[in-house]
């Protein structure tokens, strides 16, 4: 059973980098597109990346985070990180990975839909405050 654990959350400054790391345990990637979301109290979880199984083709983002996040992954297919540049406020979250099932098809695509992703990490924690 695959499972997955986020790390490298904290706080971060106005215009600075942080860089989260999804680890998997229990599988290996290689079937799996993944995606990272983000949730604030109240609201929805949103998708803001996502990297299909197939690796770094046809990565997709939200729009809010276009240009300022990267999703990449090992070439061990082991690890998938995000990471954030010129970081903003509106940021900070807590931030969950997530694979989708080698059933979805997800091969060579990747969607930010929640409904796609089967199997999610226990979220970190993600500030961005000056």
């Known amino acids: 059973q695959l499972q997955l654990a986020e790390s490298g959350g904290g706080w971060v400054q106005p215009g600075g980098s942080l860089t989260l790391s999804c680890a998997a345990s229990?599988?290996?990637?290689?079937?799996?597109?993944i995606g990272w979301f983000r949730q604030v109290p109240g609201k929805e979880r949103e998708g803001v990346a996502c990297?299909?199984?197939?690796?770094?083709?046809?990565?997709d983002y939200a729009e809010s985070v276009r240009g300022r996040f990267t999703i990449s992954r090992n070439s061990a297919k082991t690890m998938v990180f995000l990471r954030i540049d010129n970081a903003q406020p509106e940021d900070t979250a807590v931030y969950y990975c997530?694979?989708?099932?080698?059933?979805?098809?997800?091969?060579?695509?990747?969607?930010?839909?929640?409904?796609?992703?089967?199997?999610w990490g226990q979220g970190a924690q993600v500030t961005v405050s000056s």
């Open positions: 997530a694979a989708s099932p080698p059933s979805s098809g997800l091969y060579t695509l990747c969607v930010l839909r929640r409904w796609v992703y089967h199997f």
């Open positions: 229990g599988s290996t990637l290689d079937y799996h597109a």
């Open positions: 990297i299909p199984a197939s690796g770094d083709d046809n990565r």
